[in-house]
């Protein structure tokens, strides 16, 4: 099965992703942020089946920024509240549903125009501001649990003893769910952030 990489021709090796956490879910996956994505919120259909969304049958193609590309959309899926790691805010998309996108979530210019969005690049690192907060983007093969997760509330996800959903790409990752209490202090990840206190009620 021919699974479709992103919408724009990008290096996948670079830091384009970030993590993200579902409101009142015990769900990470990662984010690819695809600047040349000119068509939607994407997410795709197998994350779109975990996650259990409710949504509106649509089916048609889409062009791509490739030459004679095109991806089949599914459905419009009802609103998805999620946490980008490190930012204090959440944001709401409310993706396409994409046959056979190898990503489970993809987002470009107009979800960067929604929330203040911002992207920025160094010889050996990515950045991206959303709604003034500055984080670093991972890359495609960091691991979704390494010890640079600071951010309390996807520390809680993988301290529930979960596992990985989508195991042939490690993207997806499923904690077991239970109440939280949380008053924490992040660091942010661009290295020029100040310190903040996160406090974060209600469930994972």
Same mark, same amino acid.
């Given at each position: 099965?021919?699974?479709?990489?992103?919408?724009?021709?990008?290096?996948?090796?670079?830091?384009?992703?970030?993590?993200?956490?579902?409101?009142?879910?015990?769900?990470?996956?990662?984010?690819?942020?695809?600047?040349?994505?000119?068509?939607?919120?994407?997410? !795709?259909?197998?994350?779109?089946?975990?996650?259990?969304?409710?949504?509106?049958?649509?089916?048609?193609?889409?062009?791509?920024?490739?030459?004679?590309?095109?991806?089949?959309?599914?459905?419009?899926?009802?609103?998805?509240?999620?946490?980008?790691?490190?930012?204090?805010?959440?944001?709401?998309?409310?993706?396409?549903?994409?046959?056979?996108?190898?990503?489970?979530?993809?987002?470009?210019?107009?979800?960067?125009?929604?929330?203040?969005?911002?992207?920025?690049?160094?010889?050996?690192? %990515?950045?991206?501001?959303?709604?003034?907060?500055?984080?670093?983007?991972?890359?495609?093969?960091?691991?979704?649990?390494? %010890?640079?997760?600071?951010?309390?509330?996807?520390?809680?996800?993988?301290?529930?003893?979960? !596992?990985?959903?989508?195991?042939?790409?490690?993207?997806?990752?499923?904690?077991?769910?239970?109440?939280?209490?949380?008053?924490?202090?992040?660091?942010?990840?661009?290295?020029?952030?100040?310190?903040?206190?996160?406090?974060?009620?209600?469930?994972?």
């Amino acid at each position: 099965m021919k699974h479709i990489n992103n919408i724009h021709t990008i290096n996948l090796n670079n830091s384009a992703y970030v993590r993200i956490k579902i409101r009142n879910r015990p769900i990470v996956a990662k984010m690819l942020i695809d600047s040349g994505n000119l068509v939607n919120d994407l997410i !795709s259909e197998e994350f779109a089946k975990i996650l259990k969304v409710k949504y509106t049958p649509l089916e048609k193609q889409v062009g791509t920024a490739e030459k004679g590309g095109s991806v089949k959309i599914i459905g419009k899926s009802e609103p998805i509240k999620i946490f980008i790691e490190g930012v204090p805010q959440g944001v709401i998309i409310q993706p396409l549903i994409v046959k056979d996108l190898s990503h489970p979530v993809n987002v470009g210019r107009d979800f960067l125009g929604r929330n203040g969005g911002k992207l920025e690049f160094t010889p050996t690192e %990515g950045y991206i501001e959303i709604n003034k907060t500055k984080v670093r983007m991972i890359k495609k093969n960091t691991h979704m649990t390494g %010890g640079e997760v600071i951010d309390s509330r996807f520390q809680k996800v993988f301290r529930s003893h979960g !596992s990985y959903v989508h195991l042939d790409t490690g993207m997806i990752y499923e904690g077991v769910g239970g109440s939280i209490y949380d008053t924490s202090i992040m660091h942010g990840h661009s290295g020029t952030s100040d310190l903040f206190i996160l406090v974060w009620y209600g469930h994972i």
